[in-house]
């Protein structure tokens, strides 16, 4: 009788192409046993994820090639190697003794086919049922996962639904036919904090429910941490730490899991730098790790923002008069009538909202998905045109400048989506793609100029002038986010709205775009409206913090004060959200 449900031995995975063979996976070994979670953490690239497909048989071969390693997986009635299984056994395997949940559940549901539908086959696929008791079974799932009104979700297609509702759906199809191992790979990535701990709970309740076993992959160590028994940290396709939740956090010994501790927004502290990863690693000439010797208890002090130094900042720029003021601003959007004769109805985005932004703060903008923020910022500069109110920029009333008006105004008022990827053209090299607004607002002289001045903002945002005849596709998120910031500041901006810039990004990754927007901000004198559902990232970069619920300003004050006495029960629920380390 075996003592373990899953047990991967010397796992390693290649992806060969044009330019070389990659080592994704390099000799990755680990034991789950029934009922137990494994949480597998480091950044983009590590291979956590292509560990996990592994097990699941989902990675594409070729590229990928499974160079040696076992995959054992205890079925209750024999053991089998996954890696050896022919695809019909695999078949039986997947959504039946082992489950997955994808981390963009978006791309994961089929757009053109109702949820009710997607979950209740695989229940028709699995288990020897047919399609009315596969429906009753469905609705029974949507309300385990705390779906609203599950006969609507059921005839619901996935574009009308929120993300965290999609999220449960497919969690709903994981747990479908009560598998032995749940795979959730990142399944809270750029969710609200609030979501996020919902889903959370509600993984680990069903969980403790059907007794499954579960491996959790996250790049976030405070939400592994909230979830897991046991960590696997890794980095480079390497395992570097393996560890119980209490040794791994209170006592991580390599110093890649020292680094991925400390970058996580300080929940306590106010830090005028947060730690990123190299500063606790670094390569020698053979590729092997090397500790910087850098210490979060030794280098803390240096870091601490002193108060007497944040008074005098404040003291200095909420002197003068706002350089934005928004004034009983309206956003609202029609909803479709349930009846030809029916009253008409409107979804208030942005209610009633007033505020002002000093020249050289960063207000922060918080709140959950669907609270107006987005459509607030996008309201300023008339991407999105208001319902009513007005918007004064230097005492300019942007809501009624003409298009050429307007157009001068955007240069001196940018925006930073929150998606890199639909950000940038797929088809333009990233130089002539921050080359382009230069030229639309006539800055430098000739070309030979302008592509002087994208080869030293490439350098400035950390990126390799090689990077200038690249396309997107060939650089990660969080460059793709550097090169983002690049195009924006090109045009020499005066105010910056930053919509869920980081959201989507590694911690680690998130800590260096981070201090980069705080170093341009300090060299350029730039002006920031961040907008971000996670308070401990929003309470680093600002100076004062809006936070909105539903299209209205629930409250409005200084960052560290709101954290420390946050006046509403719903700032309170967002703060305790938050899964710290």
Known sequence: ???????????????????????????????????????????????????????????????????????????????????????????KIRGHKISMIFQEPMTSLNPVMRCGKQVAEVLLQHLPINSREAKERTLSLFDEVMLPKPERIYKAYPFELSGGQKQRIMIAMAIACRPALLIADEPTTALDVTVQKTILDLLQRLREKYNMAMIFVSHDLGVVKKISDEVLVMYKGAVVEHGNIHQIFTNPQHP??????????????????LPVVSDFIQNDEQGKICDTGFSTENELPNLLVKPEERFAFHLKIYSQPPVLEI?????????????????????????????????????????????????????????????????????????????????????????????PYSSLNPR????????????????????????????????????????????????????????????????????????????ALDVSVQAMVLNMLNELKHDFGFTFIFISHDLSVVRFMSDRIVVMKEGKVLELDEADHLYKNPKSDYTRELINAIPGV
């Open 428 to 503: 333009m090299c990233v130089g002539p793609a921050i080359m382009e607004p230069m030229k639309v607002h006539n800055i430098g002289k000739n070309t030979a100029e302008r592509r002087a001045r994208t080869e030293q903002l490439l350098e400035r945002v950390g990126l390799d002038v090689s990077a200038f005849y690249k396309y997107p596709h060939e650089f990660s998120g969080g460059q793709r986010q550097r090169i983002c910031i690049a195009r924006t500041i090109a045009v020499e901006p005066e105010f910056i709205i930053c919509d869920e810039s980081v959201s």
């Open 1 to 91: 009788m075996t003592d373990f449900l899953l047990d991967v031995k010397n796992l390693t995975i290649n992806f060969c192409s044009e330019s070389g063979i990659t080592h994704a996976v390099k000799e990755v070994s680990f034991r789950l046993k029934e009922g137990e979670t494994l949480g597998i953490a480091g950044e983009s690239g590590s291979g956590k994820s292509v560990s996990s497909l592994a097990i699941m048989q989902l990675l594409p071969q070729p590229p990928a090639e499974i160079e040696s390693g076992e995959i054992l997986f205890n079925t209750g009635s024999e053991v089998v190697n996954l890696l050896n299984c022919k695809e019909k056994q695999m078949r």
């Open 256 to 273: 890649y899991t020292k680094g991925l501790i400390a970058c996580k927004s300080s929940l306590d502290q106010r830090l005028s730098k």
């Open 327 to 419: 004034i009983g601003l309206k956003n609202y959007f029609p909803l479709a009538k349930k009846y030809p004769w029916g009253k008409k109805s409107y979804l208030k985005a942005v209610d009633e909202v007033s505020f002002g932004v000093y020249a050289g703060e960063t207000l922060g903008l918080v709140g959950e998905s669907g609270c107006g923020k987005t459509t607030l910022g996008r309201t300023l500069l008339r991407l999105t045109e208001p319902t009513e109110g007005k918007v004064l920029y230097k005492g300019i009333d942007v809501t009624t400048l003409k298009s050429r008006e307007l157009r001068k105004l955007r240069k001196k008022i940018q925006i930073i989506f929150q998606d």
